[in-house]
């Protein structure tokens, strides 16, 4: 049976409710940020390279501060409470974009942000995974709370920033997070009866897991296009202004219903396998990405999204469990963020804006393509490590 269904014999009542808020406060702050920010920035008067800069630093601040906070909380068992005190304290540092409007000071207050709010996904995986029996025994049927989050995030403040313009943006992204470090100490306390035995972060790399960061790493690498220029794409191609939208929604609507049967997924196919299916599964999906041109085509191919996201998240989840200690879990969670949406999701952003204009999108999409080939090397040696 799946690591991430079984977990160990508990008498205690499942209580799933805690973890599926959590994810979805946190999620839905995320729906709100990404397609929005920019646009605030914009109204605030920023050019692109200031904007670009502010944007694209964020993931590499979140998940550098996620390694040295996650140090903190194995090495002194105070997970749960750096948990929710970080969630307060980036809730507090949201406050002062209420009111500030100096590019350097706009950017201070969203990096003290990003350090704050860093470590909250990885300190919540793996709280969610530590105490997986009492919150239902399945991964995967949580973690869909997080995408349905950034579903409503995302299509709710739609018609409140038509409405009322982009200025609302800080104020809709205070709200989830003011919420968030409630809903988080409503999560279960860690045990605390088995001898500490930690581990900093960076000394968790067994080959099966510097195998997958490897995979992850050069996945989200290839992934710049669709995260950065998706909508360049589809204006190139002349389809219509609802089509990014339309895509994006229809993709996370994937990752819930992937997430909804993960536990299946997994029962099914050895993880070092599912591992090597998202990656082929996403070096045909650039390819197919440069050569479609229809609406419903370029639309239905990122359908594969459920795939090149949600079964390789859930792969790497299944293997931080197997392979990394109980007692560094936080580290484990953070190295994975920090490989896959930190290093990869960044330099995947500034490689697309590098080549864009050279190659244009299409082009752009078969180096991508190329990318994710690539990343079957380490996929393949994982297979062998673990199979």
Not at 102 to 110: D, G, I, N, T, W
Not at 320 to 338: E, K, S
Not at 355 to 378: H, K, M, N, S, Y
């Amino acid at each position: 049976m799946s690591a991430l269904r079984a977990g160990k014999e508990s008498r205690t009542i499942p209580r799933p409710r805690p973890a599926a808020a959590a994810y979805f406060l946190a999620f839905l702050g995320v729906g709100i940020y990404l397609p929005y920010i920019p646009l605030y920035l914009a109204r605030l008067g920023y050019s692109g390279w200031q904007i670009g800069l502010v944007v694209g630093t964020q993931p590499l601040v979140r998940w550098t501060s996620a390694i040295g906070w996650a140090y903190v909380a194995d090495r002194w068992r105070i997970r749960r409470w750096l948990l929710v005190g970080l969630a307060l304290g980036g809730a507090v540092c949201l406050l002062p974009m209420l009111v500030v409007r100096s590019f350097p000071v706009v950017a201070l207050v969203l990096a003290a942000v990003s350090i704050c709010h860093g470590p909250v996904l990885p300190m919540l995986d793996a709280s969610v995974i530590d105490n997986l029996p009492q919150l239902g025994g399945d991964y995967g049927r949580l973690r869909l709370w997080g995408s349905a989050g950034f579903i409503v995030g995302a299509a709710a403040s739609a018609p409140l920033v038509a409405a009322l313009s982009a200025g609302i943006v800080p104020l809709l992204l205070l709200i989830p997070n003011l919420l968030l470090a409630p809903a988080l100490l409503r999560l279960p306390s860690p045990s605390s009866d088995a001898e500490l035995r930690f581990r900093p972060p960076w000394r968790l790399l067994t080959p099966p897991l510097a195998a997958m960061f490897g995979t992850v790493f050069l996945v989200e690498l290839s992934s710049g296009a669709w995260n950065g220029f998706f909508a360049l794409h589809t204006s190139a191609l002349g389809l219509p202004d609802s089509t990014p939208g339309v895509a994006w929604g229809l993709a996370v609507l994937g990752e819930v219903l992937l997430f909804r049967s993960g536990g299946g997924l997994l029962a099914w196919l050895p993880v070092p396998r599912i591992v090597v299916l998202a990656t082929a599964v996403t070096a045909a999906r650039w390819a197919l990405s440069a050569c479609v041109e229809r609406q419903a085509l370029v639309i239905g191919v990122q359908l594969a999204h459920a795939v090149t996201f949600s079964a390789l998240h859930l792969a790497a989840q299944a293997l931080i469990a197997r392979f990394v200690p109980p007692d560094n879990t936080t580290g484990g969670q953070a190295l994975y963020g920090m490989a896959r949406f930190g290093a990869g999701g960044t330099a995947g952003v500034w490689l697309a804006g590098a080549l864009v204009d050279w190659v244009g999108t299409r082009g752009l999409f078969v180096i991508e393509a190329l990318v994710a080939l690539a990343a079957l090397i380490p996929a393949l040696r994982l297979r062998r490590l673990v199979d």
